[in-house]
């Protein structure tokens, strides 16, 4: 049980390659941190990932399937079973709090049900204790466009966390919030996963974060894999490397007494 | 050199400009000279002896109660007329948008592009003439004509504003397994909906003074029961319609000028 | 996940109210508009327009009609043209008494604020009252004063037009950047020049693009207008379809058709070329 990436790769439409053979092996149940400098090519191997992006070459497999081989309703399945919390969460500016949260499991809802929600929302305990998980149940039914950058990427994690998939892929998922405030959205992530035995693969700027929560790092850089080691197993000399074009400065959040 | 240069590129530019500044006033004059129409005459020869008896048999305005009840009905279905049409081309509209925007392929967009000019195309006042012949007198003529011009009208603004509109929230939930409806109701709906509302009531308005226009032909409210008047020469009577007609505009005019400045719709 | 017990959507009541409501006001509406949507399955309605539309095809394309289309065709643009014209002449002046952004009165009390107060009253009024009115009745009442013809379009549109105009000229003004022009009005200019070196410049583009879309839309005004008797094709068609003559009937919408894509594509150019 698991995914397996193989010798994939990626062109943007301009041409530029931001994947070059990628090969990865993931474990049902595993926490995976990506790392690397800006424009590494972590978001676009997270689109890959969650089927998003078609890769050029190569191939990617869920339990044995090629998403991309198989019938239009068999994908739909497996994508519901996907959550992606989005560095800028795609929502649409005036919709309110709690139906950007329902719609995770709109691969999971009858159309009727889906359309009733809009209106007069069917389920409003779910999405308050997803917000309570990150300590925002106080702003269940504000509009989307009354938050600040942090309050908006908490209501992406909400909507994964409503979703409950099996893949949980996340990309920079506490790029806007202040170190406490991230210890506890990764946290929550983090036990969401080991609770239901699903994965985790966030892609993260703050190498701190990283090597705190996360068992295995995965080290991208110019579109390869740099590295590929449980944490214990990273050393400084390996990320100063793989952050050389960023001057040798690890990104990091601030350090928090413990 | 550099100010011959400048002066060159500036006179060039308002060369153009006066070229079709000339072109639109020649026009214009040609317009007038083409119809035999004098301008400077339109007072002098039909002045005082025709004008002024003429509307002067239109006051004072027939203000009875009976006819006022009668025109406060008129003004009722003139209203449902205009309302129920808009709301319908909306609803039409809405399922028009989707293809306009090309989200059914180019084939889709060329032939709901080309049904969507055919619809507004062709003056409310000629569908509401063929629709009399479906459906007979009455309002429901002019509903069903107000239905299918603006539904040509709203398709083609609906598709213009959802072609613009950013796909990323629709596609992120088609990622994780929503149909298109469903995405497309979360994701899209919200964000395009106030534009869409606007639209509407703009159209509302307009529908408004249609659907009086409209029952010149027979097809119901305030317009049936001004030409009924005109053409039995009853002219106090038809002051009074005009004078409703008035009052409608303004109302409308204010209520949406009201409406405008709180537009807070949001949806979900 | 069922049982919301504790916490309740505040928009809930707002959205039943408002669905309630709208279901009320609806009811009435169908019927005072007699919405029967089944009358048009009837047979005999269906048969009834059925031998009407199957005469559009063909369309008829006798040269000697065409002659009388294309004519009646040029009449229509002409009167849409004069109408636009005599609008804007209307509406330049009243849309300038209206504009707020030059009022001289404003930057100060002056001895004629309550007259120039006053005048813009009565130029709002006199803006109402010539487009509240319809085209098509102020054409009716012109055809009885001028017979039947031209003239009485080109008033009719001009009259209401100009209203039009007027009222969206204002509010263009209005909401400009009226930085410059009022700097220039501090300093002494006159209304008019205050316009012309301040405001004209930003707003043009805006004016003459809604003075193309109203050109537009006066093609269509005047074929409605032809119906009462002022001339055109409105004029014909009137005639083709009082006679139920279904293929002339269809080659005056085809000509509609292709005029109003035309007058599309023209309007386009023109306001292309002023950006």
Redo the contacts between chains.
């Keep these: 049980m698991g995914y397996k990436v193989q010798n994939v790769s990626f062109n943007q439409a301009n041409g530029t390659t931001t994947l070059r053979n990628i090969s990865l092996s993931i474990e049902t149940g595993e926490c995976i941190a990506i790392i690397g400098p800006s424009g590494s090519g972590k978001t676009t191997l997270l689109n890959v990932l969650s089927t998003a992006l078609k890769p050029a070459t190569g191939s990617i497999e869920y339990n044995g399937n090629n998403p991309w081989l198989i019938p239009k309703s068999a994908l739909k399945k497996i994508r519901a079973a996907i959550g992606t919390v989005h560095q800028s969460p795609p929502i649409p500016s005036q919709q309110r709090v709690i139906t950007a949260i329902l719609a995770g499991r709109l691969g999971q809802w009858s159309l009727l049900k889906s359309v009733i929600s809009l209106i007069y929302p069917l389920d409003l305990l779910g999405p308050h204790a997803c917000l309570q998980r990150l300590q925002l149940e106080d702003r269940l039914f504000e509009r989307c466009d009354r938050l600040s950058g942090g309050q908006l990427q908490r209501v992406g994690v909400a909507r994964v966390l409503y979703q409950a998939p099996q893949l949980l892929l996340a990309d920079e998922p506490v790029s806007a919030m202040d170190p406490v405030l991230s210890d506890v959205v990764i946290g929550q992530l983090i036990e969401e996963t080991t609770s239901r035995d699903a994965t985790l693969i966030a892609s993260l700027h703050a190498v701190d974060i990283a090597l705190r929560w996360f068992p295995r790092i995965v080290g991208i850089k110019n579109g390869e894999i740099a590295f590929d080691l449980p944490s214990t197993e990273v050393n400084e000399t390996m990320l100063k490397e793989l952050y050389a074009s960023e001057m040798g400065n690890l990104p990091m959040q601030a350090a928090i007494a413990a | 050199m550099s100010t011959t240069l400048n002066s060159k590129i500036a006179k060039q530019f308002c060369l153009?400009c006066l070229a079709?500044l000339c072109f639109l006033i020649g026009?214009?004059i040609?317009?007038?000279v083409?119809?035999g129409?004098n301008?400077f005459r339109?007072f002098s020869n039909?002045s005082e002896s025709?004008?002024a008896p003429?509307f002067a048999r239109f006051f004072p305005p027939d203000l009875s109660s009976t006819f006022l009840l009668k025109i406060g009905s008129g003004i009722?279905?003139t209203?449902?007329?205009s309302?129920?049409a808009t709301l319908l081309a909306s609803i039409i509209s809405l399922g028009l948008a989707l293809p306009n925007a090309g989200k059914f392929g180019p084939y889709g967009k060329s032939i709901t592009r080309f049904l969507c000019?055919?619809l507004?195309?062709?003056?409310e006042?000629?569908w509401a003439?063929?629709m009399v012949?479906?459906?007979?007198l009455?309002?429901?003529a002019?509903?069903?004509a107000l239905t299918l011009h603006t539904a040509g009208v709203l398709g083609r603004l609906f598709g213009e504003t959802l072609e613009n509109y950013p796909e990323?929230?629709t596609?992120?939930?088609?990622?994780?397994?929503?149909?298109k409806?469903?995405?497309f109701?979360?994701?899209?709906l919200?964000?395009i909906?106030?534009q869409l509302l606007s639209y509407s009531l703009y159209r509302w308005e307009m529908n408004i003074?249609m659907a009086?226009?409209l029952g010149?032909?027979g097809a119901?409210g305030l317009?049936q029961m001004?030409?009924y008047e005109?053409s039995l020469l009853r002219e106090p009577k038809a002051l009074s319609i005009?004078i409703a007609?008035?009052f409608l505009?303004?109302l409308i005019?204010a209520l949406s000028n009201k409406l405008r400045l709180t537009q807070r719709?949001?949806?979900? | 996940m069922s049982g919301n017990s504790y916490i309740s959507d505040p928009a809930r009541n707002h959205r039943l109210g408002f669905i309630v409501v709208a279901l009320v006001v609806l009811w009435p509406m169908l019927e005072l508009a007699q919405f029967k949507p089944w009358l048009l399955l009837r047979p005999e309605n269906i048969e009834v327009l059925g031998n009407f539309l199957i005469q559009f095809f063909p369309p008829n394309i006798d040269i000697d009609f065409l002659k009388i289309v294309l004519h009646a065709t040029i009449e229509t643009l002409a009167i849409a043209t004069a109408g636009t014209t005599l609008a804007i002449l209307i509406a330049v002046p009243l849309g300038l008494i209206i504009s707020h952004s030059l009022s001289i009165s404003r930057i100060g009390p002056g001895s004629n604020y309550l007259l120039s107060k006053f005048i813009r009253l009565v130029a709002r009024f006199l803006m109402l009252f010539l487009r509240g009115i319809p085209e098509i009745v102020w054409a009716l009442l012109l055809v009885r004063v001028f017979g039947l013809g031209p003239t009485a379009g080109v008033l009719a549109i001009g009259i209401t037009y100009g209203g039009m105009l007027s009222k969206v000229y204002s509010e263009i003004l209005e909401s400009a950047n009226t930085l410059p022009a009022r700097a220039l009005l501090v300093s002494g200019s006159g209304r008019l020049t205050a316009f012309l070196y301040g405001l004209l410049p930003g707003t043009a583009q805006e004016l003459a693009s809604y003075t193309v879309y109203r050109w537009e839309c006066a093609i269509r005004a005047s074929v409605v207008a032809g119906f009462v008797g002022a001339g055109g094709l409105g004029q014909l068609m009137d005639q083709s379809m009082k006679m139920l003559n279904g293929g002339e009937a269809s080659t005056i919408l085809v000509v509609f058709f292709i005029l109003v894509l035309l007058a599309d594509y023209v309007s386009l150019l023109i306001r292309k070329q002023l950006g």
């Design positions: 153009k079709i026009l214009s040609w317009s007038f083409y119809l129409l301008p339109f039909y025709s004008i003429f009722l279905e209203l449902s007329i309302a129920i000019n055919f507004r195309s062709v003056p006042l000629v003439t063929i012949l479906a459906v007979g009455g309002p429901f002019g509903t069903l990323k929230n596609i992120a939930l088609v990622n994780i397994g929503s149909g409806v469903a995405a109701i979360y994701g899209t919200p964000g909906f106030p003074r009086t226009i010149f032909v119901g317009g001004l030409f005109l005009i007609m008035l505009v303004i005019d719709h949001s949806m979900g």
